[in-house]
């Protein structure tokens, strides 16, 4: 939404500490017209504070900005931590700091185009974090959700911004907001329909064990794939040593 509106405010000659104003507001509205959920709050509440962090001049760093928004919303609200939604949006959202921008390199040195590899590590990281806690809760592991994300990624732009401004189009003639919904209903037709047609296919869910013995397996699983990366690693570099010797 920020991405949509800050360059229409430029476009109509807002600077400045104005410009910020513009941005606190869309978050607060977007927020209010979407429905304060855990993962929504979330997002709001990183998005204001670099918003305030570009305001009085300092640069917002991934990590920082969502310990310091996780942890005032725990403050404000502890029974956050028993809700799945924002467990998963943390995850989600420290995958794309930890693991995406590595990924994203891995792949563009392999000669992965920029967006495709920007949009696999992305996608790949996110679902490597939020794994663990999803396993818990659903008993199962799902292969192509990797895939089914990449395609539903193209729907999610058009579907969110189409769709607050049907709400905000209803508010003041409500034709025109239905007008705008119609528009909206696409976009959102093929999330669904990526999701119901990649539900279908084989292989499409593994089961897994439930609750924490899931989730601790899978994390011990990580843990063997890295020690292996690892001493992959260290095995290639000690043959370029040995062959530079």
């Not at 843990?223 to 010797?245: C, E, P, S, Y």
Request: aromatic share 6%.
């Amino acid at each position: 939404m920020l991405a949509a509106a800050m360059p229409l405010a430029r476009l109509v000659g807002v600077r400045g500490r104005f410009l910020t104003v513009v941005g606190l507001a869309v978050v607060l509205a977007f927020t209010v017209l979407a429905r304060p959920e855990p993962s929504m709050v979330r997002a709001s509440v990183m998005a204001l504070l670099a918003l305030l962090l570009a305001a009085v001049g300092r640069r917002a760093r991934g990590i920082p900005l969502l310990c310091a928004g996780g942890t005032l919303l725990l403050l404000f609200d502890p029974w956050l931590a028993r809700s799945y939604g924002f467990a998963l949006s943390l995850s989600a959202t420290a995958g794309l700091f930890l693991l995406a921008p590595g990924w994203q390199r891995a792949l563009a040195e392999r000669g992965v185009p920029h967006r495709v590899a920007e949009s696999l590590a992305c996608t790949a990281a996110a679902e490597a974090f939020c794994l663990p806690v999803l396993v818990s809760l659903t008993a199962e592991i799902t292969p192509l959700s990797i895939p089914a994300n990449l395609l539903a990624e193209v729907f999610v732009g058009p579907a969110t911004v189409l769709g607050a401004t049907a709400l905000l189009a209803a508010a003041v003639w409500p034709p025109l907001g239905r007008a705008v919904a119609w528009l909206a209903q696409w976009p959102t037709d093929g999330i669904v329909a990526v999701a119901r047609s990649g539900a279908r296919l084989p292989g499409a869910a593994v089961p897994w064990a439930a609750g924490l013995a899931g989730s601790v397996t899978l994390l011990a699983a990580y843990a063997a794939i890295f020690l292996n990366l690892a001493a992959v690693g260290a095995r290639k570099n000690a043959r370029k040593n040995t062959h530079k010797n």
